[in-house]
């Protein structure tokens, strides 16, 4: 009989590093211990790894939420508690982390939208770039543009990250009155790095901006 061993950081690390999500879900699925340790990777100095370590994090909370959804509340919480400064740690990708586990299951969590929007009042702009990846993640699911209205003053923040990742947000939620706010973005050649398809895929504000408004307008032409 073969005894299969619990997973290990290392071995998590191994799996992330294949794209083996299959095999991580399986572990949580016996194991919520598997949750702890893909939050802690989503700390990771390794961008990629963290990406990654985020991904898998939504996708096995959403596992373990068919049997225990307070288990996965209790880790949103924590990702919460991470953000303040009385937690002694930073949450680089907490945002992130809620967003995948959010858009898993947008409506058994809905409570916990409105709270990653507010992410926005806190001090830190360092965050809004996760933040806007966030709402807009959360939006391929269950598009709601009732947000559109905090993310539309980031198409002229300082930062390209947030520039581009707000014009990604809206076409995502969908926000057709973003169009003529988005147009001047088509210019703004300044880089950026975005997670897709399990990559870190360099990128422009405008490679965004163009993709967002053939977004819109194809939601445009549907609603005539």
């Not at 939208?113 to 702009?125: A, Q």
């Not at 947000?147 to 995502?172: I, K």
Request: charged share 20%.
């Amino acid at each position: 009989m073969v005894v299969e061993l619990p997973m290990t950081k290392d071995t998590l690390v191994a799996e992330l590093q294949q794209n083996n999500y299959a095999a991580i879900v399986s572990a949580a699925a016996k194991s919520k211990r598997v949750l702890g340790l893909l939050l802690s990777l989503t700390f990771d100095a390794d961008d990629l790894m963290g990406w990654r370590a985020v991904k898998a994090l939504g996708l096995c909370s959403a596992q373990i939420a068919e049997t225990d959804a307070e288990f996965v509340r209790n880790i949103l919480r924590r990702l919460m508690w991470s953000l303040n400064d009385e937690s002694g740690s930073i949450g680089w990708r907490a945002p992130q982390a809620m967003g995948a586990i959010i858009a898993q299951r947008p409506r058994q969590f809905a409570e916990f939208i409105p709270v990653v929007v507010s992410l926005f009042e806190l001090d830190e702009t360092h965050f809004y770039p996760g933040v806007l990846w966030a709402i807009g993640h959360i939006a391929q699911r269950d598009a709601d543009s009732r947000f559109a209205a905090q993310v539309l003053p980031h198409v002229s923040d300082a930062s390209a990250q947030a520039r581009g990742m707000a014009a990604r947000c809206l076409g995502q939620l969908r926000a057709t009155e973003s169009i003529p706010l988005l147009k001047p973005l088509l210019a703004d050649e300044a880089p950026l790095t975005v997670f897709i398809h399990d990559q870190l895929h360099e990128c422009t504000v405008s490679d965004l901006a163009r993709e967002a408004l053939a977004q819109l307008e194809r939601c445009r032409d549907e609603a005539h």
